[in-house]
């Protein structure tokens, strides 16, 4: 009586056997119509006996032909889950909500919404915006920011919000040349990312910030390393505005990656200056410097080979000591970057390990207060420009990043839904639905260039304007004067805190006084410890920690 239970899960795997049999006579004495169901149930029965035979699924080796359907549902679950079952505040990692609100400005739609929040105002981590009871009408919603110091030949008017790094490689052609030449119809720039800059980038037209990462494509010399002639003559092309040094991305800091040699295309290959049918790594460091002096260096070498024009680097905050050790080299060589990019822990990529992408870096918001205070910190902050990168889609996201020390914004996933993209995550595995993330000639077209470089292009005007909207609200006459004091932080349900306590501005030089600042000594223990000759620590921290008392 133990028998039948205990293999009824090859129950299915029987039936649909015996219907083989039984549609291969009926095909043989009554129609031979019966053949295409014979055809069919015969191969259902051959996958059921491979099933039966393999050793690498063991939910198909118990439950042969119907074990398929888990693989079949889990591999549309994103989808199913998107459509059916997630709500409009679910985040993953944008929620419904967000994501409408980029397809709506994209497509020039309605953008408003009906009888009232769907937020939780008094839950945990929510904050607002501390409006005006004069507000002012702003009419001109170009807003802009100057980039360039004081050794800076060639600065840069930018818009206070631009297409995120994104790597001709990691997107399809179309899109990039969709991203591009929405930026040029927006007047805004697009970063290249660290895959150089393709021929699409090139027709498109459009503002490019050229990034110099560790594979140093398309400025390297054959062994990988970087050519001071090959990036001087490509820096020299006026499309290419400003030149960033890629020291870590939020998504992956740390982490180096490989193009393998069977996705690497002639256009890959040309943008990227690498020789077909070679794997093509990306070092987690670069070969050209070791230190922070020699970063500072380095910095100084591009902004001279390329005609001096504005020259930064992006990173995403890992041990605050080494940041300041960067610092202290500013000081110390006299080189300061024009502009600095703080990538937060939650900015996007193609692709990451899981534990990187959830674990290693620091968010946008904290990275993005230490490094604008340890330049105030430094007196130097009003010399070098801060960008901020880290899920930044909406009016409300941009005006308190700037707020909090920003000085622009940039946003890959952004602007990714203006061009289409519906959160399927599956950059990785080259079968993007909407031809954005993959290299299929197929899959990518369906992006329509003139139709999605409009959305791009429509998508910043229509954010600039609802920045606009809401720095008026506040009643400041430009997003570029918002401050910390605007916006109000829920820190618990009944507890909430001015911006200004939450994430305040540090006193400007408090590093360098002689006299340590009250309240401020574990700035003043990691400023001792940084030094600009080397990232190492001078000593290894063990225990709880305690604030090192400085020598007058």
């Known amino acids: 009586m133990r028998v039948f239970p205990t293999y009824q899960r090859y129950a299915i795997f029987a039936f649909v056997a015996l219907l083989a049999f039984a549609s291969i006579i009926a095909a043989s004495l009554y129609s031979h119509w019966m ?74 739609v309605e953008d408003k919404r009906p009888f009232g929040t769907i937020e ?32 800076c030949k060639q600065p840069y008017n930018a818009s ?30 697009h970063d290249t990312g660290e895959g150089s800059i393709s021929r699409y980038h090139r027709q498109g037209g459009g503002d490019l910030i050229y990034q110099v990462a560790s594979g140093y494509f398309g400025c390297r010399n054959d062994d990988g390393t970087f050519s001071p002639e090959r990036f001087a003559e490509l820096a020299a092309d006026p499309q290419i505005k400003m030149i960033e040094i890629k020291l870590s991305q ?37 070969s050209t410097f ?39 080299a500013m000081l110390k ?32 918001l904290e990275g993005l207060t230490f490094v604008h205070n340890a330049l105030r910190g430094a007196g130097i902050r009003h010399e070098v420009k ?6 930044i ?5 941009i005006a308190r990043t700037l707020a909090l020390g920003a000085d622009w914004c940039n946003s890959a996933r952004g602007f990714m839904f203006a061009v289409g993209c519906i959160q399927a995550q599956s950059c990785h595995t080259n079968h993007c639905p909407v031809g954005i993330a993959t290299q299929d000639k197929l899959r990518q077209k369906a992006i329509h260039v003139g139709d999605k470089s409009d959305r791009v292009a429509r998508f910043h005007r229509n954010t600039m304007k609802a920045l606009g909207e809401i720095a008026g609200a506040a009643g400041l006459s430009n997003p570029s004067d918002f401050m910390p004091y605007h916006f109000m932080f829920r820190q618990k349900d009944n507890e909430f805190l001015d911006g200004n306590e939450a994430y305040p501005y540090l006193p400007e030089g408090f590093l360098l006084a002689d006299e340590e600042i009250e309240g401020l000594a574990d700035w003043h223990s990691r400023w001792d410890r940084a030094s600009a000759d080397t990232f190492a620590p001078p000593e290894i921290p063990h225990g709880p920690f305690t604030a090192r008392k400085r020598v007058a």
């Open 120 to 151: 939780n105002v008094y839950g945990s981590g929510y904050a607002w915006l501390t409006h005006s009871a004069a507000p002012t009408e702003i009419k001109t919603t170009d807003f802009r920011v100057r980039i360039g110091g004081s050794a």
């Open 250 to 286: 939020g998504a992956k800091p740390g982490h180096g990656g490989m193009l393998p040699a069977s996705k690497i295309s002639k256009e890959i290959a040309e943008a990227r200056g690498i020789p077909m049918g070679v794997d093509c790594i990306s070092p987690a460091a670069h």
């Open 160 to 189: 206070l919000y631009n297409i995120s790094a994104m790597s001709f490689g990691s997107l399809s052609a179309n899109a990039i040349l969709a991203l591009n030449t929405g930026a040029k119809k927006g007047g805004f720039a």
């Open 333 to 364: 060589t006299g080189i300061i970057p024009d502009f600095i990019v703080v990538d937060g822990k939650e900015g996007g990529t193609g692709a990451a390990p899981v534990e990187f992408a959830n674990r290693v870096g620091m968010p946008m």
């Open 35 to 108: 053949w295409i169901f014979a055809a069919l149930f015969v191969a259902l029965t051959l996958v059921g006996l491979r099933d039966m035979r393999q050793y690498k699924h063991a939910i198909l080796r118990n439950y042969p032909i119907i074990g398929h359907m888990r693989f079949i549902l889990e591999s549309f679950r994103p989808e199913l889950r998107q459509y059916l079952i997630e709500s409009d505040r679910d985040e993953e990692p944008f929620s419904r909500q967000d994501r409408g609100l980029v397809y709506q400005r994209a497509k020039g």
């Open 386 to 391: 801060i960008g901020a990168a880290g899920k």
């Open 290 to 328: 070791s230190t922070p002096v020699g970063l500072m260096e380095f910095v100084g070498q591009l902004r001279d080979l390329s005609g001096g024009k504005p020259v930064g680097i992006k990173l995403c905050i890992g041990h605050r000591r080494e940041f300041l050790s960067m610092v202290k």
């Open 393 to 397: 889609i909406s009016a409300f996201d």
